[in-house]
Every structure is written in structure tokens, then in C-alpha cells.
Nanobody, 122 residues
């Protein structure tokens, strides 16, 4: 089973950038599609982006398209989320998780990490 640790969050001004990292453990990491999710206070967890096991295909929620970029390094068992042009509404705790399939939607499975807090505020 995959276990993951998220990092890279912080406080950033609107329009700024952050790069989140997801460090995963598990011998089968390179067989898993991986997704990023986020949960804002009082809201349900939502999908942000996903990437296929090979890194050859990615998908994004509509509000993230053109601003966020997901990538992975299977040799390092890492998944990244580059976030640009951040908005106050991007404020949330961000999580990574294995997903069943990175398609037009992506559903998580397995355990959640502790997440990393992203706060966008002036």
C-alpha cells in the first residue's frame, strides 16, 4: 500500500507561486496513478489534478487549468504540483493520494497523508 507525505505549503500572496511535493513509499509506486486533492475549511475534499503512472497523461480540475502543473519522478518516488497565479480561493489543505485511474475524474484509494496547508492572502 502506498504511503505519502506532502510538503511545500505555506503563506503566499495572491498571484504568487508554490511547489508542493508528495514523497511516496511503496515498491509499486511507478504502477500507480496519483492525484492531488484539496480541502478548504467547511468544504468537501475536491480533486485538483492527477497524473498517470508513467507521467504521460495529466488532468486538471477546470479552475486549475493553465495555472497548476503536475509532474512526477518515479525514480525518486515523488509527485509535484507547481501552482502559479494563486488565488485566495486556492487556500486549502492539499493532499496527494493514489487514484484508481487518472481520467476525466479521479477517485482516491488507500490512506491519506497529513496534507500541507496552502494559504493565499495579502
Amino acid at each position: 500500500q502506498l504511503q505519502q507525505v506532502e510538503s511545500g505549503g505555506g503563506l503566499v500572496q495572491p498571484g504568487g507561486s508554490l511547489r508542493l511535493s508528495c514523497a511516496a513509499s511503496g515498491v509499486l509506486f511507478d504502477l500507480y496513478d496519483i492525484g492531488w486533492f484539496r480541502q478548504a475549511p467547511g468544504k468537501e475534499r475536491e480533486g485538483v489534478s492527477c497524473i498517470t503512472s508513467s507521467g504521460g497523461s495529466t488532468n486538471y480540475a477546470d479552475s486549475m487549468k493553465g495555472r497548476f502543473t503536475i509532474s512526477r519522478d518515479n525514480a525518486k518516488k515523488m509527485v509535484y504540483l507547481q501552482m502559479n497565479s494563486l488565488r485566495p480561493e486556492d487556500t486549502a489543505v492539499y493532499y496527494c493520494a493514489a487514484v484508481y485511474e487518472c481520467g476525466s475524474s479521479w477517485s482516491p484509494w488507500g490512506s491519506w497523508g497529513q496534507g500541507t496547508q496552502v494559504t493565499v492572502s495579502s
